[in-house]
């Protein structure tokens, strides 16, 4: 039987990363029944256990010897093997090696078990255990815990479990990429950010983006013309307080801090690990900028002390900005009334302006988009800059080419006569 292949084309990192992660959901959701079920099952023999409020101490070593063989030893199952490997490849894909190279894990076949007990009590010990005595055996602390001493019901011992590893585990704690990737002709970041971002907006889970959120980022930063603060917006929809958000900063200092190298941006770093961090104008370590954006400063300090950033030079970056621009865009987006209450900001008030203009003048419709940006970047950089600032981040805020210094003044007395902001 003759195979079509003239719709074949081989699956790309990304795919085959999703369809690792769903095996992974899958198996994890059944390893979760199976402990449910365990769990469920000691349960039942804790309330048969407390059932006999008074053991003797032979009784009890006994009993507990055998709560310990079925909780606190044995061997891994062949589905844990298997998620084992799955966390294996799935750590390989993640570092941007080939997968299966990692070896098995050492520990895939190992006994788990607790320290021994002494089972081979003598007919002196067989009496009945007070509370105070049951301090006194020292190896075996599931008398004391886990057993019904003295009339006392008691719940019994939770079995030792080795906790099986999660994608988190294993990528969290580290960049997602063991190198920055290399750009090539035919690739097209813009666009797959904009997926990525479309995609995340639809299962609300970062960690599945991530690598590839991560790697996009890093390729456009190379192209060099659109700055990251202005690139499809990332939204996780986890709650306030949950641990991704420091996860997505951490990865936006990341990608801030290769920008800056990758587009050559004079600095003058006075922190030492930013000075080693740029040393080297060939290399861009990305596990030393991993380590950095673990850092905990005071707010400013990284965009204002340590790499010396000016204000020209944050607006670019999406993480590493100084209060003083945070303040101004807060004060760009939000509205309040003098007598209280919120408001359109001034930033949306100016866009309200600016499409009534258009309205008035239909050939303004096509460079709308320009001038809105045109108007922004002079808001962020303030009534010092000059045309040549403006400009530059107008073109970084567009990813297009750079206006010239004459039109650039020419067109914003063009807006401000047209679209005159109190």
């Keep these: 039987m003759d195979i079509d292949l003239t719709n074949y084309r081989p699956a790309s990192q990304r795919e085959v990363e999703l369809e690792m992660r769903r095996c992974f959901d899958e198996r994890a959701a059944e390893e979760r029944e199976r402990r449910a079920e365990r769990d469920k099952q000691e349960k039942l ?59 098995a894990s050492p520990g895939a076949e190992r006994v788990i078990a607790d320290d021994p007990v002494d089972i081979d009590a003598t007919e002196s010990d067989a009496q009945p255990m007070t509370a105070e005595a049951g301090d006194a055996d020292e190896r075996s602390p599931a008398l004391v815990e886990g057993l019904p001493v003295a009339g006392v019901a008691v719940a019994a011992p939770s079995p030792v479990v080795e906790p099986i590893a999660t994608v988190r585990d294993l990528v969290d704690h580290e960049f997602p990429l063991a190198q920055v990737p290399e750009l090539v002709d035919d690739s097209n970041p813009h666009r797959e950010l904009h997926l990525i971002a479309q995609e995340l907006a639809c299962h609300k889970d970062y960690r599945r983006v991530r690598a590839a959120y991560c790697e996009q980022s890093l390729l456009l930063n190379q192209v060099g013309r659109l700055a990251p603060a202005y690139r499809p917006a990332l939204v996780s929809g986890a709650p306030h307080n949950d641990p991704v958000h420091q996860l997505i900063h951490r990865d936006q200092v990341v990608i801030d801090l290769h920008w800056c190298f990758a587009t050559q941006m004079s600095l003058s770093p006075t922190e030492a690990a930013h000075v080693a961090l740029f040393a080297d104008p060939s290399r861009f370590n990305l596990e030393a900028a991993w380590a950095i954006s673990g850092k905990k400063w005071r707010k400013g300090f990284r965009s204002d002390q340590a790499l010396s950033l000016t204000i020209l030079q944050q607006c670019q970056l999406l993480a590493i900005r100084g209060a003083g621009l945070q303040a101004t865009c807060k004060s760009l987006g939000d509205g309040w009334r003098a007598s209280g209450g919120k408001e359109a900001g001034r930033f949306a008030r100016f866009k309200r302006a600016l499409g009534e203009w258009c309205e008035r003048d239909p050939r303004m419709l096509e460079h709308r988009r320009s001038y809105e940006m045109l108007w922004f970047a002079r808001e962020l950089l303030g009534s010092s800059a000059t045309p040549i600032q403006i400009a530059k981040l107008h073109a970084l805020m567009l990813g297009e080419a750079e206006l010239g210094r004459v039109t650039v003044r020419d067109k914003l007395k063009k807006l401000d006569r047209h679209v005159p902001m109190k």
């Design 45 to 103: 023999a804790a309330a048969e256990t407390a059932s006999h409020p008074t053991l003797t101490l032979a009784e009890a070593k006994q009993m507990a010897a055998t709560i310990r063989q079925h909780g606190g030893k044995r061997v891994k199952s062949p589905e844990e093997i298997e998620l084992d490997a799955l966390f294996a490849d799935l750590a390989d894909l993640a570092a941007g090696r080939e997968i299966g190279s990692s070896a």
